[in-house]
């Protein structure tokens, strides 16, 4: 393996989004799981870490721990959005932004983690009691994504964000891993 | 004074935000500490509330107590983004969103007051610790807003949402003192 | 005035709680509405101030602001704890805590003070929910406190704890108005 | 497998706690990063459960699930109490409280869930301040247990309260298991 498949293998440790996945009604569930487990599996992660542990980076020339975690509930507040912005409009095109930037973002840093663990459990509280209530059709309704330049189901965000929680705390737990802490 | 505007007092127990507002540098701190104060003063203000109460509207036709409390959040992640956005991007259009129909979601039903209340603790401390980094120059950013088909500065959303954390905590305060709650 | 008279104002800024009392029944919905109000009043009362305003003592030789801000959860959750031990025992003698060695532990140092205030919101929630079930008979129910060699009712304790919250409330409140921060 | 022993495995799912566990110094660590984890491992293990599934016993005349939630910050403020009367007074007396009427106030049912994941997180994060600033000579700190009538050092009560969180846990976890939730 060479050095940048091992990078790329850092990067991804629960493997890339297939974002051609088909989502169909019985996957719901378990994918709404998931997003209700992300909060705890989070706070999990990163228990009882010192200072210098948040500060260190999940991979090379990636985020600290400390960004991964502020990260989290900035870009799942994004996506509870773009959930009530379809389900209240036809289509909508929502605004993406820059994550990169963001997290350089100085809350980022003058911040206690705690706080970004408190935001990410309220914000899934609610999150998940939206998601629990939609239907079939509300699933099925649609964003423009101006950057893909294409539509995105609510379903396929689903998936998304199922992913995207897990693999963040996969940096986590697999930086943990690989330092023994 | 007429029920008209009898109505209209209710609706706007601390007045209307005014919209041509000139807000310089000297104001950040005050406006700021609005902010920062913001979540204390909601929790108080619906603190105790019974479950009917939280189900009475704050004025005939207007959105229960229940309601207001889950806006507020909803609200400021929006406004957060948009401070984020117009930082981190070279003014930016902003996405609106529906402020009526979200209050209409199941979520807003389902969800204990206390969710939306640690929502916009923690929402509010990261936010506060950005506006506290901020600069000058940074408080000339702006966005655009595609509904009013203008550009506000990032000093101007500051007024904006130092005024909207006290227009609906007031609408709360006014509704117990009126009830003798 | 004389310096001692100053000091005296200091340290009791709503006066000192009077041990004689009388609490009648009348009174329980407005005792237990001050103690559902004392976590949004704290909350309020630190927003917005810096690391070296929450390091600053509230009087000489008193508390600092951070402290303060720690031991209220910590004697509310004593307070929280005999309030349940005066319910499901007969006349039980509770045991009293340290203070002032409390707040010299590493934990109110360490903590940022969020998480106490986190810590207030989620304990007077549980606490105001036990004390709104409780009739009158509950009220009458009593402890004994081997220090004041006395019984106390659950009544006067409650009166005590809504004085308690105020109180310190207070001393944060009074800090910042002096120094017109 | 008698009908008494299969009663037994679903009350202690991880098996009894050793009274007289040994505990040592290089087990500190470890039994710190359990505790630490315990919120998070509990948010988790509720995640997603519906209103009907969270008012489920775990055993047969066990408690519910909520009732299990609300215990636990009821007991480890028990036990966070402990904690700081050892390392403030000289081998104190301590007060036990009934657990089981406890579970019964009525607080345990009128209170959502998330009110006691979040009074656990907060609790935890100060209780785990306190035990990583904790030396050698403060683990053999002890106090007395009147019910027991014996001494327990800190070290014990540390190793006890790792095991009472993933005990507690390990109901839900194994109940959701056995109904395939």
New interface residues.
Partial sequence: MTATAESTDLRFPIGKFDWNIKVSEADYPRL??EI??T???????V??LSRDQLETRYRPDGWTVKQVV?HV??SH??A??RF??A???NE????P??ED??AE???SQ???I??????L???H??????L??MDAADFNRAFVHPEHNRKFTLGQLLALYAWHGRHHVAHITSLRKREGW
Same sequence: chains 1, 2, 3, 4.
């Fill in positions: 709404i799981a209700a487990a909060p705890g599996a989070l706070r999990s992660a228990a009882g502020h509930p900035d507040l994004n509870y959005t009530k912005l389900l209240t409009e909508p095109t929502i605004k932004y820059e930037k963001w973002l100085p809350d003058r911040v206690p705690d706080v970004s663990l408190d935001l459990d309220a914000l509280t609610r999150w998940v009691a939206l629990k209530a």
